[in-house]
């Protein structure tokens, strides 16, 4: 989802089967765009003594259309059997000036090109990231597993959303990429940096998805990607 009147953008994965994901993914993206206009609007007109019409304002923002778009999901999974198990992962990112405010849960990925340097914002909610970070599998074990596919967190799963809120200083130039599993399972992180490095947004993102798809593309492959200007 690309929506630069709000600086809104977002990736999302279904899960619970291919009719359940495909439906739960864009309850989120269309549930997220349709909200975030009104919440936003509701947290910098009437601030907290703390927020000061900062970033404060803004996350709170974000982390209320979250949670009702965990609602909505959970409404549809309860009218209709056939969608029971479904969920969603789901990384957005709202800008503001200089600020990048990311929610995200799940194992899509948010990553931060700056000066040659490529740093992944977000930690994967996944069985084999928490073992890796555990030191129970390297990271080239974490590739081969089985087990590389089982997330931990999700949108609509659970009546209480869990999701990572987190804030980011941006700075003239950087570049940030919003992707889908599909797109990380394929490429690895030395190639994402050379395209993302060498080529402008559109391009990349032609660029990653024909990586991908060349590298075996398995899984459904969805990519943003940003440059930082005006700053």
């Known amino acids: 989802m690309v929506n630069n009147k709000m600086f809104l953008y977002a990736v999302a994965d279904g899960i619970g089967g291919n009719e359940g994901g495909e439906v739960a993914s864009r309850i989120a993206v269309e549930t997220l765009a349709k909200v975030m206009p009104d919440v936003l609007r509701e947290a910098e007109s009437n601030p907290s003594s703390e927020d000061n019409h900062t970033a404060d304002s803004r996350l709170t923002a974000l982390q209320k259309a979250i949670t009702f778009t965990n609602l909505k999901i959970r409404e549809a999974r309860s009218k209709d059997p056939q969608l029971a198990s479904m969920g969603t992962t789901l990384t957005a990112l709202l800008l ?136």
């Open 96 to 231: 503001r000036s200089k600020d990048a405010l990311i929610a995200h849960a799940g194992d899509s990925r948010a990553y931060l090109l700056r000066s040659g340097l490529l740093r992944q914002l977000t930690f994967d909610h996944s069985f084999v990231a928490e073992y890796v970070a555990a030191g129970l599998l390297t990271l080239e074990e974490a590739r081969e597993s089985p087990y590389r596919h089982v997330i931990t967190r999700a949108l609509g799963i659970d009546e209480a959303v869990r999701a990572d809120f987190t804030e980011h200083q941006l700075q003239q130039d950087d570049r940030i990429l919003l992707c889908t599993d599909g797109l990380t399972e394929m490429v690895d992180d030395p190639e994402i940096l050379m395209i993302l490095s060498s080529s402008s947004p559109r391009e990349a993102v032609q660029k990653l998805l024909a990586a991908a798809n060349d590298h075996g593309g398995v899984d459904n492959i969805t990519a943003v990607v940003l440059r930082i200007m005006d700053i």
